[in-house]
């Protein structure tokens, strides 16, 4: 049987992901977190390795906003080169065709600190801790990783079954997955606060183990992770991207001074950080920066400002505006 046309289309053909409110606000959190590495090396002589597609928007952002002039592109789709690299905005980058299994080793680890986002559109498959080992047995001190999933429990399942059936046929499709998850993290009942737990758990076991293995090799220096980075958005569907900083013990004090602190979506466990973006008119939006940041610290700004938009904009609408309002996108259109 012959796949519909639907079915053939990549996921950058059925959606442009420049206009993803929820991932751009999550792009601008990641470079404003990643800005702060400045205390162990100069950020702009990182490189950054990723899946830059058509649209190169994390590409871009980095480059702009970091100054990053290394970085590199794996494109998995052999039909699409042609097309990415009519795409590429800078010189600077350079498109490596191939799997990420396969090309992530060749890789030069060894020469600079790295930011690696592998961001995935499939659930977490075995696949994946190939390449989170390629990162933790090779990657400098101060690299950071990040890892992009989906979760979403309605992709090809029965809306009948149960969350907690739902969340089991999703651990028990992949093997290497499944054979990583702790018992006691499974329970009778099981909630997708659960499911996202027991991934992240799982992803961040994974590289606590992969270090403890090239700590027995390292002669020199012992290597650790921290977790930064726990965050939940929808577009569309249900994404969890996890990451943190890798150092080694010469590097540890650095890394504690590290200003992550004063950044409200910083989470270095299982709490999650949850983007949720609420549709705003402009004036809607223009009449709730009045009253920030003051909203967020002061419980008489807040009142005002719930008053002031009453029946216009829903509480829960603007404690979600709140949150995340210096991230918040604006689209505008113009001819080019």
């Not at 991932?23 to 830059?52: P, T």
């Not at 906003?65 to 795409?87: A, C, Y």
């Not at 977790?227 to 504690?256: C, P, R, W």
Request: hydrophobic share 35%; with cysteine.
């Amino acid at each position: 049987m012959a796949k519909s046309k639907e079915m053939q289309l990549r996921n950058d053909e059925m959606m442009n992901y420049m206009f993803r409110p929820a991932k751009n606000i999550e792009r601008k959190m990641l470079c404003e977190a990643l800005a702060r590495l400045s205390v162990i090396a100069d950020v702009k002589n990182y490189q950054y390795v990723g899946f830059g597609s058509v649209y190169f928007v994390d590409f871009t952002l980095f480059h702009k906003q970091l100054g990053i002039r290394k970085l590199i592109s794996i494109e998995g789709e052999p039909d699409m080169e042609t097309r990415v690299r009519f795409n590429k905005p800078y010189s600077c980058i350079d498109v490596i065709p191939g799997a990420s299994n396969d090309k992530l080793p060749e890789v030069d680890w060894k020469s600079t600190k790295s930011i690696l986002w592998v961001d995935y559109t499939h659930t977490l498959r075995g696949y994946m801790f190939k390449d989170m080992a390629t990162f933790f047995q090779r990657a400098q001190s101060g690299s950071v990783f990040i890892i992009s999933i989906n979760v979403d429990l309605k992709e090809n399942e029965v809306e009948s079954k149960t969350t907690t059936e739902k969340i089991n046929t999703k651990l028990n499709k992949d093997t290497e997955v499944r054979k990583r998850i702790r018992s006691s993290d499974l329970k009778k009942e099981m909630t997708k606060g659960d499911y996202y737990s027991i991934l992240r758990n799982v992803i961040d076991t994974e590289a606590k183990e992969i270090l403890a293995e090239r700590n027995k090799l390292e002669s020199k220096e012992k290597f650790d992770y921290k977790q930064i980075f726990n965050f939940l958005y929808h577009d569309g569907q249900a994404m969890l991207t996890v990451g943190g900083i890798l150092f080694s013990t010469k590097d540890e004090e650095k890394v504690e001074q590290i200003n992550f602190k004063n950044l409200d979506f910083i989470m270095t466990g299982e709490s999650r950080f949850e983007i949720q973006v609420p549709n705003l008119t402009y004036r809607e939006i223009h009449a709730l920066d009045k009253h920030l940041p003051d909203f967020n610290i002061n419980a008489e700004t807040k009142e005002k400002a719930f008053n002031e938009l009453k029946g216009v904009v829903s509480d829960d609408a603007i404690n979600k505006y709140a949150k995340i309002y210096r991230y918040y996108p604006n689209y505008t259109e113009s001819n080019l």
